[in-house]
Each structure stands twice: as C-alpha cells, then as structure tokens.
C-alpha cells in the first residue's frame, strides 16, 4: 500500500485569516497616510508662518527706513525754509509793520474813539501822541468825526503810542508794543529753532 506523506501545514487561518490581515494592513496604511499629512501640513502651515513673518519684518524695517528718510527730508526743507523766511520776517517787523502802523495809528485812534463818541458830545477829548504822529492823526480824524479834540504832543511817547483821556476815563492805542511783541513772537520762534536744530 502506498505510504501518505503528511507535510506540515504553514497556513495560520486561511484565506480569511490573509483577508483579515490585508484589511489590518490597510488600515495601518490609511492611518499611516493621514499621520503623514497632518505632519506635512503642520510644517508646510509653520514654513508660511515664518516666511510671512520674515516679509512683514522686511516689509516694517522698509517702511521704517523710508519713514526716517522722509523725516530728515521734511527737517531738511523745513530748516531750508526757516532760514529763508527769518531774514524777510525780521525785515517786516523792523521795517514793513512800523510804516504800516504810522499810516493806520489815525484809523486805529478813530475805532477807540467811535464806540464813546455818543456819549461825550461836547466833552472834549485830549488826545496825547508823539510828535511825529500828530500831522497823520489829526488829519484822519478831522475828515471823519466832528468831535471835540485837543491835541497834546509828548515826545516820550513811540510814534505809534496814543494815550485818549475824556471825563475821567483814558484808553491806551499802542501800535508800538504789538510791533514790539511781535518781534519778541518771532525772535523766540528763530532762538527755539536753533537750539531744537543744536539738539537734535
């Protein structure tokens, strides 16, 4: 009779078993895959955070260079135009507004008497002034108001100084001391530029 050989069996579960096992390795896979692509988005997400991060850094040391350049460019126009401006600023103050307060020192005497004019009626008003101020004056005021005036000169007095006393009451136009303070105004505006320039 014939001798049955018996060989070993290797086969675990069968083709279930294998099945079973390519589903397992399929999963793995899948799983696999996804942990891949969460890994690679969260470098390529970190990658673009940096490069953003570095372009708005370029982007703000680029602004802020133009900005600086734009600030020395508007210091320097400015301080140009000061130094400019000084010398016919100065020149109006010494020159410009002195002449311009001898041929309005009448009307400005004229509008200080207007709002008083009703009730003085024939009081008179003395009205005290330099002497260099006195031919001006008296002729503006004799074209416009018929009110009774006397006329004092005082020599101490600036040629753009008028001292108006009635009754008891006196008012002061002083055309001199707005000139005066005005180049006080614009010396200190010219000093202050040129210590902020010393120190900046």
């Known amino acids: 009779m014939p001798v049955r050989l018996k060989l070993e069996v290797f086969d675990i579960g069968g083709p279930r078993a294998v099945a079973e096992e390519a589903r397992v390795t399929a999963a793995a896979l899948d799983d696999a895959r996804a942990a891949s692509y969460e890994t690679g988005y969260a470098a390529g ?6 490069a953003q991060a570095t372009e708005q850094s370029r982007i703000s040391e680029e602004i802020a260079r133009n900005l600086q350049a734009l600030s020395f460019t508007y210091h320097e126009s400015r301080s ?3 130094r400019t401006l000084e010398p016919l600023l100065r020149d109006m103050v010494a020159k410009v507004l002195p002449d311009m307060a001898r041929e ?4 400005f005497v004229l509008d200080a008497l207007r ?6 009626t024939d009081t008179p008003v003395t009205i005290t002034l330099n002497p260099a101020s006195r031919g001006a004056v008296e002729q503006h005021l004799a074209a416009e108001t018929s009110l009774p005036i006397r006329i004092v000169e005082d020599a101490s ?9 009635f009754n008891d009451r006196e008012q ?6 707005v ?15 040129q210590q902020e320039k010393a120190h900046g």
């Open 45 to 50: 997400w970190e990658d673009a955070v940096a």
């Open 80 to 82: 140009h135009l000061l």
């Open 104 to 107: 309005s020192l009448g009307q």
């Open 115 to 120: 709002p008083i004019a009703a009730q003085l």
């Open 157 to 165: 007095l600036g040629e753009g100084q008028v001292f108006l006393r």
């Open 172 to 177: 002061q136009v002083d055309l001199d001391g």
């Open 179 to 193: 000139i005066t303070a005005i180049a006080g105004a614009v010396d200190s505006f010219f000093h202050f530029e």
